[in-house]
């Protein structure tokens, strides 16, 4: 987590002089006494906000919480896309989680910092409250995304309210206390899988848990890697994706770097000696032999980066693409 924190005054400033080592974050307090306080000076604070907003996970203000809330107002957007936001004042007394408690981090942030300055996290989400299951909690603490914001603001709504959540899970997780592995009108299924879930109503998290593995000619455009990407990831997530793999003679593809990138995707690549070493029952070529020395490399690559074939080798206009599926537990 990228951490920002902003003081106002001296004795603001050392306290957030300790929260931002012990955070791995940075200081910025007012230009006049930022020498002395070996932090970042900051001209204003609009300016500061816009600018923290734009490049930290969480922002921490050490100062009264309403300096915050106004200054992070015109920013405020959705709570699965705003940063954590936390406010402690300046003697440590009381740390108030403002913004993305749950998917933001602002939560467990705020009792960090509590921690640190022997303070109180004042946690005011009805979940963390009860003492119920957290749905968006679970999901970010094990890299998961939600599929869907408004199943999910349901089964939270559902278990406070007393009602069965059911709960089934594709990679054999236990069933979270508070949910049931019985019948239930609206459930959490942790499948990367599409299509209709267990339940009637069913709320998918899906796990970073694919390897797409490529070959492609050279010179091969983004279209086609995207054409034959989408066939070989039919009925699958596409949020699934952890990332795409493929032989070292194409790490300067463009056509493949485009599509990476306008994905967020990372880019694997192995030499053709290290794909041969991978072991497993894969689709051989003698022309890619030929070109590469290896006689696959989607599916090889694939599997060398961890897990193993699900969707084996397709050709597609000049693209081979294939499918692993990795180990999330």
Same mark, same amino acid.
Request: proline share 5%.
């Given at each position: 987590? %990228?951490?920002? *924190? ?74 699965? +896309? ?7 004042? !300046? ?31 004042? *946690? +005011? ?55 049931? %592995?019985?019948?239930? !009108? ?57 990332? *795409? ?7 300067? !593809? ?28 894969? %689709? ?35 693209? %081979? ?9």
């Amino acid at each position: 987590m %990228t951490t920002a *924190v902003i003081a106002f005054t001296r004795r603001g400033a050392a306290l957030g002089r300790s929260l931002a080592d012990a955070l791995g974050g940075t200081l910025h307090v007012p230009a006049r006494f930022a020498p002395e306080a070996v932090a970042e000076a900051y001209s204003s604070l609009e300016g500061w906000t816009a600018w923290a907003w734009a490049r930290a996970d969480a922002l921490v203000f050490v100062g009264a919480a309403g300096i915050a809330v106004r200054a992070i107002a015109p920013h405020v957007r959705d709570k699965f +896309s705003d940063p954590a936001v936390v406010s402690v004042d !300046e003697a440590g007394r009381f740390v108030v989680p403002l913004l993305s408690g749950h998917v933001g981090g602002a939560n467990e942030l705020a009792r960090r910092v509590a921690a640190l300055t022997g303070g109180q996290a004042a *946690v +005011s989400t009805a979940t963390d409250v009860n003492g119920l299951f957290a749905v968006d909690v679970w999901a970010r603490e094990r890299g998961m995304a939600i599929t869907d914001r408004v199943l999910a603001k349901e089964v939270s709504a559902a278990l406070l309210e007393g009602r069965p959540v059911g709960f089934a899970s594709d990679f054999g997780h236990p069933c979270p206390e508070g949910l049931t %592995t019985g019948p239930a !009108e609206l459930g959490v299924w942790i499948t990367d899988r599409t299509g209709e879930g267990p339940f009637p109503r069913t709320l998918r998290l899906v796990p970073r848990s694919l390897i797409l593995g490529i070959g492609c000619r050279r010179g091969t455009p983004e279209a086609a890697i995207e054409a034959a990407a989408a066939a070989a990831l039919a009925g699958l997530a596409p949020e699934a994706v952890a990332g *795409v793999a493929t032989i070292d003679l194409k790490k300067d !593809e463009p056509g493949l770097l485009a599509f990476c990138a306008r994905r967020g995707l990372p880019l694997t690549t192995y030499s053709a000696e290290a794909l041969a070493a991978v072991e497993g029952d894969f %689709t051989p070529s003698a022309f890619v032999r030929g070109i590469t020395g290896v006689d696959n490399v989607c599916e090889r690559a694939a599997a060398a980066a961890g897990g193993r074939i699900i969707v084996p080798k397709q050709a597609n206009n000049g693209v %081979t693409a294939a499918v692993a599926r990795k180990d999330m537990l």
